[in-house]
């Protein structure tokens, strides 16, 4: 009853939020257009859109097509549809993917899940069947020993095995392929081959046996959190004690010891910038994970939009692998500051910075919201509001290798974009104060998205 109640209300909701489209023409006009790659901001601007695609860009003496539909932008800010480059989102059954439009979030990109369910879901959402970003995915992760999540990994413990799996992930036509924590060389060696040879970028985490600058080396060029492991830093013999343990435990442990203003730690940083790697820091998830308030995640107003099955659901998941003891809770919080001045250290160092949250999940982590949380972080880290934006916008779109269709208002991408009621160069948290969302030229009201995720909440 309740699958069949939940079929009735997502054809209700696509169905009244395509009353609220866009017809073959869209102007956008008079709006503040912020031109994310200069960081210039546009007064007056006109944005054409005609069917998914943004066609042209002028003045106020731009011409409007005749029969266009008109959203008066005076006095509002316009920016790139916003993009979670790390949103373990796959099943719409489990998580209201209209909520990531809410917030502004186009696009995301998810590192890790069922490959058949992500097929599944990306062809609902490309056919507008289910209202939701645009969605990028690796499929299941490779790991070098028996997972922990069977149904979202593949066991790689041989070289032909790892380019079975990844020749496997690309006739299944995922967008780039996922390194999980037990991988080894021989197996990664042949996982980053055969992924270059399909065209396919190698993202992932940091293998427990190996530093993070000798898997840059043999070619990882896009880092899932920051996972610097014991033996980049520290003595053999205390790596060995370290780095084996469950996350909860081993990061606050490692950060205890790292010193951000070794020669070590500095020459790490320029080696990630020279090699041109993308970092998805997560600091959201850092936080919740290394700072825990499962208290506060169960309280949180925004879990309003979750049914009480799934808000149960994330209480009941937390995994003895994140646990964080009594005793290391200063430590932990010691290395969540700690990896905030790193994400520092690597944006003046020129390291490409993307937004991720590792979402989603309770509270600051709830689709959407989570990644207007990461930005603050990474502002609170160093990082402008203007490079903040770039990392959820222009930066993904690269990590994506979708620069040429996502990432800025332009001519010739996608039209996403979202209209602000405020300066989001001068406050990041101006980021949440969103008018109107616009995806593949279809407009979408916040309000009427939030209304509706909250009475299928409560059904």
């Not at 490959?115 to 490779?142: A, C, M």
């Not at 996350?247 to 020669?263: A, I, M, T, V, Y």
């Not at 770039?390 to 269709?405: F, N, Q, V």
Request: proline share 7%; glycine share 8%; charged share 25%.
């Amino acid at each position: 009853m309740k699958r069949m109640l939940f079929l009735w209300f997502t054809f209700v909701l696509a169905g009244t939020l395509k009353a609220q489209t866009s017809p073959t023409v869209l102007v956008v006009r008079g709006g503040t257009l912020v031109d994310v790659a200069s960081g210039r901001e546009i007064s007056d601007s006109i944005i054409v859109i005609r069917g998914e695609w943004i066609e042209r860009i002028g003045s106020e003496n731009t011409v409007i097509p005749e029969g266009a539909q008109i959203v008066d932008a005076k006095g509002k800010w316009i920016i790139p549809g916003l993009i979670d480059s790390h949103a373990h989102a796959e099943n719409p059954d489990e998580t209201p993917f209209s909520l990531y439009l809410a917030n502004g979030v186009t696009t995301i990109r998810n590192p890790g899940g069922n490959i058949t369910v992500l097929r599944l879901t990306r062809d609902r959402l490309l056919r507008r069947e289910l209202i939701g970003p645009r969605l990028f995915f690796s499929g299941p992760l490779l790991d070098g020993i028996p997972p922990v999540w069977p149904d979202m990994s593949l066991l790689v413990d041989t070289p032909e095995r790892a380019r079975s799996a990844v020749n496997f992930l690309a006739d299944q036509g995922v967008d780039f392929a996922k390194v999980y924590n037990n991988v080894k060389e021989p197996e990664l060696k042949a996982i980053i081959e055969t992924a270059n040879e399909r065209g396919l970028p190698v993202a992932g985490h940091i293998p427990r046996s190996m530093t993070m600058t000798h898997a840059v080396e043999l070619g990882v060029t896009r880092l899932e959190h920051i996972r610097i492991t014991g033996r980049e830093m520290l003595s053999p013999e205390e790596a060995d004690k370290i780095d084996p343990l469950p996350l909860g435990k081993r990061e606050p442990l490692l950060w205890q010891q790292f010193d951000l203003q070794s020669e070590k730690m500095r020459a790490l940083v320029q080696r990630l910038a020279q090699a041109g790697i993308f970092l998805d820091p997560t600091l959201v998830i850092a936080r919740q994970t290394e700072v825990p308030n499962l208290d506060a995640d169960k309280k949180d107003p925004n879990n309003q939009y979750l049914s009480p099955n799934i808000v149960e659901r994330y209480v009941n998941l937390k995994s003895p692998i994140y646990e964080l003891p009594a005793e290391l809770q200063a430590a932990g919080l010691e290395a969540f500051h700690k990896q905030e001045k790193f994400v520092g250290m690597c944006n003046r160092a020129g390291v490409k910075i993307i937004a991720g949250t590792d979402g989603p999940g309770l509270g600051s982590l709830l689709p959407g919201f989570g990644l207007h949380r990461e930005l603050e972080l990474l502002v609170e880290s160093g990082l402008s509001p203007l490079q903040a934006l770039r990392a959820a916008s222009l930066t993904a779109a690269e990590a994506l290798g979708k620069e040429d269709r996502l990432g800025t208002v332009e001519p010739g991408k996608f039209a996403d974009m979202v209209v602000l009621d405020a300066d989001p160069l001068r406050e990041i948290q101006n980021l949440t104060k969103i008018q109107l969302v616009v995806e593949g030229g279809k407009t979408y009201a916040p309000d009427a998205l939030l209304q509706q995720a909250r009475s299928l909440a409560n059904r």
